[in-house]
């Protein structure tokens, strides 16, 4: 099975061959690199830019005002901050022109913990780019959605943030990409490049069709009855992996939502599942204080009040000003496995 990494580097091909993708570009995006975690390997029409990350966004957001569908990579999301409001005129520049100025942009950008970063290679980004209205934002947990949320954002008028949780870019997913071959040694002998020398590799694409994810429809990732976990990212696999050692265990039935999407979401999948449950909590790993999950929660509590059985719950990072380096400080500020099943042994046992 293809990892997330070469599920995006699929789609971008897909996206040059046959939906008018003719700008692929960023930090070490072009060769030799590739990109740093290798998702622009092998491209035709991927090339470096300039370490000047408002340089991207700026480039991007003309080539998307001129008629392009132009794609763009910010090394680490980190480093996006100060394209803040660019990014506002990319999401407001619809509204404002009354209909004329459509962006049809993807800006991709590894975001989150879990590879030891420290302080400028590991925080998230997904609160703050869901405030920035007109922009549609998307992060995928496993290869297939990676693929299918890019074919997706590709073909999207408005611009679209795609993050890419850094720690999974490796992990391979549980189903084949269409058109992926069967064996994944094969896939990396036709489309991962050679460590030394690549100046006469060229890969070898397997012929790829036209799959996509809807934006704005999440994943039921496990069923279950007794309570939700909504979810995406990083934390996504996490929640699988607990909801699924639960049910093993006889600790109780655990239905986790795999959002997908941030915006727009999809707020009748999480009722749907609110209302067979009583029970939610929402994990990520923002900072607690103005997450993305207290939007959430607040619309529960205002509409669906008298369908919670008892409280929902935010489980997410704890809100310091950054990420340590040392393992031990990454883990106690990011939420872990053994916290995610505290809170769902937590909200089971908890009295209605």
């Known amino acids: 099975m293809a990892n997330i990494a070469q599920a995006i580097r699929m789609a971008l091909h897909y996206g040059e061959e046959h939906l008018g993708v003719k700008e692929i570009f960023g930090e070490d995006v072009g060769p030799p690199l590739g990109g740093v975690f290798t998702a622009t390997q092998g491209l035709k029409n991927s090339w470096n830019s300039p370490l000047d990350e408002r340089g991207i966004v700026g480039a991007a957001l003309g080539l998307a005002w001129a008629g392009s569908r132009p794609v ?4 680490f999301v980190d480093y996006i901050f100060n394209t803040i409001d660019l990014l506002k005129l990319a999401g407001n520049g619809l ?31 997904d609160s703050i780019a869901t405030k920035l209205h007109g922009i549609k934002v998307v992060c995928p947990s496993n290869a297939k959605d990676a693929y299918g949320l890019m074919i997706a954002a590709i073909k999207s008028d408005d611009p679209v943030i795609y993050l890419k949780p850094k720690v999974l870019l490796r992990a391979r997913g549980a189903e084949r990409i269409p058109g992926e071959p069967e064996d994944p040694k094969e896939l990396s002998k036709r489309i991962d490049a050679p460590v030394g020398d690549r100046s006469d590799w060229k890969p070898d694409w397997p012929t790829l069709t036209d799959y996509t994810v809807e934006i704005g429809k999440a994943r039921v990732a496990v069923e279950g009855a007794g309570a939700t976990v909504v979810t995406h990212g990083r934390m996504a696999p996490i929640c ?6 639960f049910a093993e265990s006889g600790k109780g039935s655990v239905e986790v939502l795999d959002l997908r999407s941030l915006i727009p979401y999809d707020w009748d999948a999480i009722t749907t599942s609110v209302q067979k449950t009583g029970r939610v909590v929402f994990i990520n790993e923002e900072t607690e204080i103005t997450n993305f999950g207290e939007h959430l929660i607040r619309r529960l509590v205002d509409e669906m009040w ?3 059985d008892v409280r929902p719950r935010l489980l997410a990072a704890k809100a ?3 990420v340590g380096l040392s393992p031990s400080l ?23």
């Open 72 to 75: 763009a990579e910010i090394q």
């Open 95 to 125: 509204w404002a022109s009354g209909g004329q100025w459509k962006a049809p942009m993807v800006l991709m950008s590894p975001t989150g913990s879990g590879i030891h970063g420290s302080l400028y290679h590991s925080h998230s980004f």
């Open 240 to 245: 699988e992996r607990v909801a699924k050692e």
């Open 306 to 308: 008298d369908e919670l």
């Open 320 to 322: 310091t000003p950054g």
């Open 330 to 352: 990454e883990n106690f500020t990011q939420p872990q496995k053994a916290e995610v099943e505290a809170v769902l042994a937590e909200l089971l046992a908890d009295q209605a």
